[in-house]
């Protein structure tokens, strides 16, 4: 199996291009790349029901700082606040005068490994830089008074699940590998994923993730 993308550590070593690059690496199946890249984003915007409520969570259980707060931009009525969320970026979220209720399955799935409708949030991931920072996190949200789910090895990252007060599916999440050629199926741009090959076991995955915490994790620095 060959390494073929090393996210952070790319990056650090000039692999991966920031701004303009070369152009040299050319699109997925003959698409054209444009010349020149974003920076990483800058914040997503999600709608809440309860602006104060929302910010109390993302402080307390993530660690995150309210950094701005005022009435939206040609949305007449509408709150718009941002949150620090870690490495520069922000997440931003909007509070109408009168909420509407999202239906779970069509505004958003109803659960984190179900479906959800074309134009729609399923989920979002927060990075955490090591194995100690996730645990450190989960700790962090448990003590916070939230559900949280126990840590999941995907191989080649780490994760826990959660819910906001909202209902949006969060997860945080730690980087262990470099992706792998077994981890670029360009094939199912054009075809779907074969249902009788399909594996995936949670309860082994988070066995697993619970030896490799054994073996890699001093838990004395939590």
Known sequence: MKDIWNRDEDFRRGLTAEGEHKGVDGGTGGNRRGKVLTAGYHHIALVCKNMKETVKFYEEALGMKLRAIYPMHGVPG???CFLEAGNGAEISFVEFPEPREGIPGVSYPAKNNEDSPIGTHHHMAYKADNLEHLYKLREQIKAAGFPVSKVIDHDFL???YFEDPNGFHLEVTTTLRPYRSTEYDVTLLDNKVDLDSYEWDEAKAIESARKYAEQN?????L
């Open 78 to 80: 509408a709150k718009h």
């Open 158 to 160: 780490h994760s826990v």
């Open 217 to 221: 994790l001093d838990r004395s620095k």
